[in-house]
C-alpha cells in the first residue's frame, strides 16, 4: 500500500523528500518572509499549508509556484497591509510595503483581494472554497498523524514551519500573539511587517 502511495505521489510530481508544511504561522518581517520563500523555491520545495497562514506568510503565494503549493481543508490565509514603527515607536502604515506586497501577489490573488475590501489594517481571511478554486488541495488521507481529514504530501523528511494548531479555533489568539510579538520587539525601524 505505501508503495502505491509514493507511486501516486511521484506520478504527480510531488517530491516525498521535499515537503515544507505550513500548519500555523502569524507572519513577522516581511524581508525574512521573502527570504525564506525564495529559498523554497529556489530549492524545488513543495508546500502543503495545513493551518494559518497570515500576514507576511502570505508571502508563500507570491514567491512560490501554484503548482508547488497544495492546501489542507484547515489552510487559512490572513491578508492586511503591511506596518513600520515610526520615529516616536508607534505602529504606522506603511504604503510603499503595502504596494510592494501588493505587486507581488499572482493576479488571482489581487482580485481577491480587491473584491474582499482590499489590504488594510483588519485581517481578511481566504479559506475553504474560495481557497480550493485558487490552489489545489492537498492529496486526502497522507497526513502524519493518519489523521484523514488531514492531508500532507509525503512522510519523510518534512520540515515543519511555524507552530501547530488548528485554524478556525486560533484567529483570535494569533491575533492577541502578533500584537504581543509586535509589543515585544524594539521599537526601531528594522523594517516593514505584515
Not at 521535499?18 to 529559498?39: K, M, N
Amino acid at each position: 500500500m505505501r508503495s502505491s502511495i509514493l507511486i501516486l505521489i511521484w506520478l504527480m510530481g510531488v517530491s516525498p523528500a521535499l515537503a515544507e508544511r505550513i500548519p500555523d504561522d502569524a507572519g513577522g518581517l516581511i524581508d525574512t518572509y521573502v527570504q525564506r520563500f525564495s529559498r523554497v523555491r529556489d530549492a524545488g520545495e513543495q508546500i502543503v499549508v495545513d493551518g494559518q497562514c497570515l500576514s507576511a506568510c502570505t508571502l508563500v503565494l507570491a514567491l512560490v509556484p501554484r503548482e508547488r503549493i497544495c492546501i489542507t481543508p484547515n489552510a487559512v490565509f490572513g491578508f492586511h497591509s503591511a506596518w513600520s514603527y515610526d520615529a516616536q515607536g508607534g505602529e504606522g502604515l506603511n504604503h510603499e510595503a503595502t504596494q510592494s506586497l501588493w505587486n507581488m501577489y499572482p493576479a488571482r490573488i489581487r482580485q481577491w483581494i480587491r473584491a474582499n475590501g482590499g489590504l488594510h489594517q483588519k485581517l481578511i481571511y481566504l479559506r475553504g472554497r474560495q481557497l480550493a478554486s485558487l490552489y489545489p488541495v492537498c492529496l486526502p488521507g497522507l497526513d502524519r498523524g493518519g489523521q484523514p481529514e488531514r492531508a500532507r504530501t509525503a512522510r519523510p523528511r518534512v520540515r515543519y514551519a511555524g507552530r501547530a494548531g488548528h485554524a478556525l479555533t486560533a484567529v483570535r489568539t494569533t491575533l492577541k500573539r502578533e500584537h504581543a510579538a509586535a509589543s515585544a520587539y524594539p521599537r526601531s525601524n528594522d523594517g516593514p511587517h505584515n
